[in-house]
């Protein structure tokens, strides 16, 4: 059985909150998952929920859904952003966190279809992908791509087929859960290696 998409719904409207919520959880690949009604409660409830897709109005009291992207950049968990607004002009300064939607209020039900089949058009790319947290936010590497994975403390280093290197934090026990077990291996307390590069093994 293939697992639900978990969303989250981050929105001060309780009208919109709730269309969004049971607009989501008609589709039967989705699982509303929880929901803010505001900045500090989206901050504080995301590394709980762990969404995969993060609705998020971006004219909320207090702080704004782009300030909600500001932190996310810098956090543990990265979901797609839908970002939703009642002004079509705020889908310019939306695409600096580079969402995977822009939802108009007046046309909620309209857009939102279209946010969830770009979901459902990118997410088989996506299963290929491994993102990486790093102080600059979440890069996003192919599995095929890497090499090995180096751990140092709490440092962690993804070297890339080309040489490529990117430097993020977190610890090797976690990114070998994520990994896929046949394609990478665990060689040393320190590393993991992508198997489709190894030629040959030997004993020093």
Not at 106 to 128: F, G, M, N, S
Not at 168 to 183: F, N, T
């Amino acid at each position: 059985m293939q697992q639900k998409i978990r969303v989250m719904v981050v929105d001060d409207s309780l009208v919109f909150r709730s269309w969004l919520i049971q607009s989501l959880g008609e589709d039967s690949r989705f699982e509303v998952i929880g929901y803010a009604v505001n900045a500090l409660d989206a901050k504080n409830k995301l590394p709980l929920l762990k969404p995969d897709i993060m609705t998020l109005d971006i004219e909320m009291p207090g702080s704004d859904g782009f300030e909600v992207a500001r932190r996310l950049s810098i956090g543990r968990v990265c979901p797609e952003l839908v970002f939703v607004s009642n002004y079509e002009n705020m889908v310019f300064d939306s695409q600096e966190y580079r969402p995977l939607w822009f939802v108009r209020k007046r046309l909620l039900e309209e857009d939102v279809k279209k946010a969830v089949a770009k979901y459902l058009e990118i997410r088989p790319e996506r299963k290929l992908n491994f993102k990486v947290k790093s102080r600059m936010g979440c890069w996003e590497i192919r599995y095929a791509d890497i090499l090995y994975v180096e751990c140092r403390g709490h440092e962690i280093t993804v070297v890339m087929k080309n040489k490529e290197t990117c430097v993020g934090w977190g610890s090797l026990k976690a990114m070998e859960d994520e990994l896929d077990p046949d394609q990478f291996l665990r060689i040393h307390s320190n590393f993991l290696v992508n198997m489709d590069y190894v030629k040959e093994i030997g004993k020093r």
